[in-house]
Structure formats: structure tokens, C-alpha cells
């Protein structure tokens, strides 16, 4: 099956289902420093050390913050950013923290922050800013699953060129041998025929492999499909 092939088949099979919501956010509270927090949690199905470059990355990028906590040497349950300035939160001194974990099939992600000491940022006492926090919360997953699965499919769909490339040349080894059988002996001839035998066996299991691949594929751009704001 040709790459545009697989892509038209894909279209096709996404068009005919029912997006299904690929994360959701939700409101609920965590116990830090012994006490419930406020908080905004959302389930991934990355990785949590994917998840967690991811985050690092984003607060660098569209917020100048630097992420503590995640390295070879310290990788720490909750992960801060401390004393900073998020003008699309507030314009007072924050404190911003994540807990990344492993989840059944993927990764949780915990969300709060806080204005310094036991000031934590929520729905009934600073709405604004928890709307706020569930916007840049909205704006990462946007980001992060895009990339996230953009780059599953790209290297898919590199598999699945490498091996239609592999089954091209078995092919080719196959015409030379019937030929070469052709003018050769009934030892010879056997011989060939069973390189043949092996050779299409082969291409066989790699036809069944660009299957299952392809429903890899076509699972991910149903997920990717499904990436909406909540």
C-alpha cells in the first residue's frame, strides 16, 4: 500500500467517526504541604517523562519560566516554578507547580499555583486567575498533543516507506530469480524457488506489519482529530 493510498484510506476512515475528546480538563484539589490545594488536572497518553520536557519547554518558551526539578540528577514529584511572573495570571509574584505521573496508559498532570504562602489560586477565591491557569493549561495541551502525535505518525509513516521500499526490492530479487530459473538447471531452478518461497514469505509478514501500522496511524489522527479547548 503506497503512502497516498494510506492517507486517502485515512481520511476517509476519520471522516466516518465520531471524534471523541482527546483530553479534558478538570477542577479538583491535591494535597500539598499537608492541605488541599486547588488545582486543575488532565490525563495524557505520553509518557510522563515526555510530558514533562514538554511542559519545561513550553514555560520557557511563552513565559521565560524555568521549570525546577527535572533532571538525570533530580527528578522530583512536584516540579516548581518559583517567584515568577505570568502576566496572563496576574501581575503579582507567583509560584507554580506540576506533579507528572504515571497514570494507567499514559500520564497525569496536576496543575496549581499559589500567591507565595497558602494563598493558592482557585475558583472561588480568584476565579479570573484560575480561568487564566486553565487557558495556558488549554494552550500546552493544544501544543504538546499536536507535536506529540504529528511526530508518532511522521515515524510511522517512515516505517512504512522502508518497508514497501524493502518489498519493492524483494520483488525485483524474485523476477531475477524466475529468469535465472528459466535458463538454469532443475537443481538450480529448485534452489531459486525456494529463495522465492522465502522471499514472498517475508513479504507477506511485512504486508501484515504495514497493516497493523496503518491502524496505528489511523488511531492517532483520530486523537489528534479529537484535540479540542475545554
Known amino acids: 500500500m503506497r503512502i497516498r493510498q494510506l492517507l486517502l484510506l485515512l481520511l476517509v476512515f476519520i471522516s466516518s467517526q465520531v471524534n471523541a475528546q482527546t483530553y479534558k480538563i478538570d477542577t479538583t484539589e491535591i494535597t500539598f504541604e499537608k492541605k488541599l490545594r486547588p488545582c486543575l488536572a488532565v490525563k495524557y497518553d505520553a509518557p510522563p517523562k515526555t510530558v514533562k520536557k514538554a511542559w519545561d519547554d513550553f514555560f520557557r518558551k511563552y ?5 525546577a526539578g527535572i533532571s538525570l540528577v533530580a527528578n522530583k514529584e512536584i516540579i516548581t516554578g518559583t517567584d515568577v511572573t505570568i502576566a496572563a495570571v496576574s501581575d503579582k ?18 496543575y496549581f499555583m499559589s500567591f507565595g504562602y497558602d494563598f493558592f489560586i482557585g475558583p472561588k477565591d480568584y476565579p479570573t486567575e484560575f480561568a487564566a491557569m486553565k487557558k495556558i493549561l488549554n494552550d500546552f495541551s493544544m501544543e504538546f498533543l499536536n507535536d506529540y502525535y504529528g511526530s508518532k505518525a511522521s515515524d510511522i509513516i517512515k516505517k512504512i ?5 524493502d518489498i519493492t526490492k524483494n520483488d525485483k530479487t524474485v523476477k531475477k ?6 535458463k538454469s538447471s532443475a537443481a ?10 522465502s522471499l514472498n514469505m517475508e513479504n507477506d509478514q511485512w504486508r501484515n506489519k504495514i497493516t ?4 496505528q496511524i489511523a488511531d492517532i489522527k483520530l486523537k489528534q482529530a479529537g484535540i479540542t479547548r475545554n
Request: glycine share 10%.
Open 188 to 197: 538450480v531452478a529448485s534452489g531459486l524457488e525456494a529463495k522465492n518461497t
Open 177 to 182: 530469480n524466475i529468469s535465472k530459473s528459466n
Open 161 to 165: 516507506k522502508g518497508l514497501e521500499k
Open 93 to 110: 509574584r507567583m509560584d507554580l507547580h506540576a506533579s507528572i505521573i504515571d497514570v494507567a496508559g499514559g500520564s497525569g498532570l496536576t
Open 212 to 215: 497493523e501500522l496503518t491502524e
Open 63 to 67: 513565559y521565560q519560566v524555568k521549570i
